[in-house]
């Protein structure tokens, strides 16, 4: 395909012509596509389907003979809690098992730092004239969002191939007492689908930190979400911690979001011993416990981390024929013509796309005006403002294949139309 950034005025103008006449006939066909968010489509929700009577009306205790229909448990059930640490590869002790959601537990441990302060500091954050965190970006939307809800500034730094860049991470973190955390998805992150390297987690684990109550918030949401059979392998940040003299530094987060219920799963975090006993006291004075039943579901359903290897490799099939035709429709509409790349993720849910600068705005209004609705542009930053206005989150884990052809061909469409527009006023 011809480069569009080579092409003269007159084959611009033309090829502008000829992509309107197929912006209007996607137009005419009245979609309705949404891709806003990484949902799991009904045939994965479908998969899980066993958990709803999976327990006997006899079948309610805990390994422990706890009766999982009462009050306590705080830290969850000692089973649920072998599953987690066989999870995060951590040990049990440092496993708390909570609700369904791990962005819930993000919130309240960072607004229990702003309350109560963290192991090592020296009280608590809002006590601060400033609480900032580093924000590697593109990134997840939602880490930004509960940054700004609480009033954290959000500090951003690029994401690389290997992770974050480690010389702006390291260099600010050390200079600056104000800087309390990182937002990290450290395996297939959302959206660039990227596995951090060896290199950068050691770098994590022993960097010079100004605030001594420094915390890496590890969202480890897609460690088992793989989309090839030679998945990624990812550093233990806990253990190169420990080894490195800082065992508090790390909180690590997970869930079954994605591999069992979305909306009814099990989340969990991890941590030193020091920061589990620290968040345990601020459970006590919110909860008398999780939904244990709920737990021991799980427990039940998936018995053990093969269990969960076994069911993720049935949602695998589900989803790789859908990352393989965003490629296919990317490939066949945008390669060779210099105004789009994209990622080509082993696991996880998305897929990140750059436009050339100053385009992702009207690429995601355009596509939106004949139907077929993406993650507003700008949203894998902090504030919602992509410096370069070029980053576009793609999710096609909920539309169906065809579904997904016809939304890539349209965005494809819409990406070079406004490539050209922009190409014509220079």
């Known amino acids: 395909m011809t480069e569009l950034t080579s092409m003269n005025r007159r084959d611009l103008q033309a090829k502008a012509t000829h992509l309107d006449e197929r912006y209007h006939a996607f137009k005419a066909q009245r979609l309705a596509l949404d891709m806003t968010r990484g949902k799991p489509c ?17 079948d309610y205790r805990a390994a422990d003979g706890s009766d999982c229909r009462n009050y306590g448990g705080l830290e969850g059930l000692p089973e649920a809690r072998q599953l987690f640490a066989d999870f995060l590869e951590v040990d049990p002790s440092e496993v708390i098992v909570g609700g369904n959601s791990s962005l819930t537990m993000m919130h309240d441990t960072i607004s229990q730092a702003l309350l109560r302060g963290m192991p090592g500091g020296s009280g608590p954050w809002r006590t601060l004239p400033a609480v900032k965190f580093v ?41 600056d007492e104000s800087l309390k955390g990182i937002w990290c998805v450290p395996k297939y992150s959302n959206p660039t689908g990227i596995t951090f390297s060896e290199a950068v987690v050691e770098r994590l684990a022993r960097m010079r930190t100004a605030a001594p109550d420094f915390r890496i918030l590890w969202d480890n949401a897609y460690t088992v979400h793989h989309l090839t059979d030679t998945p990624d392998r990812l550093a233990n940040l ?25 909306g009814a799963g099990l989340a969990a975090m ?17 909860t008398i416990g999780p939904d244990k039943l709920n737990q021991l579901r799980h427990v039940r359903f998936f018995r053990d981390m093969a269990g969960i290897e076994t069911h993720m490799q049935k949602h695998a099939a589900i989803l790789r024929p859908k990352f393989a035709t965003v490629e296919d429709v990317l490939t066949r509409e945008l390669g060779g013509t210099g105004v789009a790349t994209w990622s080509r993720p082993r696991g996880g849910y998305f897929i990140s796309l750059d436009t050339l600068d100053g385009c992702a705005k009207a690429v995601v209004a355009m596509a939106a005006d004949a139907g077929v609705h993406l993650t507003h542009a700008g949203a894998t930053f902090p504030y919602g403002r992509d410096p370069r206005d070029r980053n576009i989150r793609l999710a096609p884990s909920m539309p169906s294949p065809n579904d997904i052809r016809q939304a890539m061909e349209l965005v494809s469409v819409c990406i070079q139309r406004v490539s050209v527009a922009k190409l014509l006023t220079n």
Do not use: W
């Not at 899980?48 to 009577?53: E, I, K, N, T, V």
């Not at 880490?143 to 260099?171: K, N, S, Y």
């Open 42 to 58: 009904a045939e994965q929700l479908d998969l899980s389907l066993g958990l709803l009577d999976c327990l006997r009306h006899n």
């Open 135 to 175: 924000c590697p970006s593109p990134g997840y939307d939602r880490h930004f969002a509960i940054c700004q809800h609480l009033g954290i500034d959000m500090i951003t730094v690029d994401m690389t191939a290997e992770g974050p860049d480690m010389e702006q991470v390291e260099r600010l973190v050390a200079g």
């Open 238 to 262: 806990l253990a190169a911690a420990k080894a490195a003299g800082n065992p508090d530094r790390v909180l690590l987060f997970g869930s079954t979001s994605k591999i069992s219920f979305a």
């Open 270 to 286: 991890a941590g030193s011993v020091a920061n589990i006993r620290h968040i345990k006291a601020g459970l006590a004075i919110q």
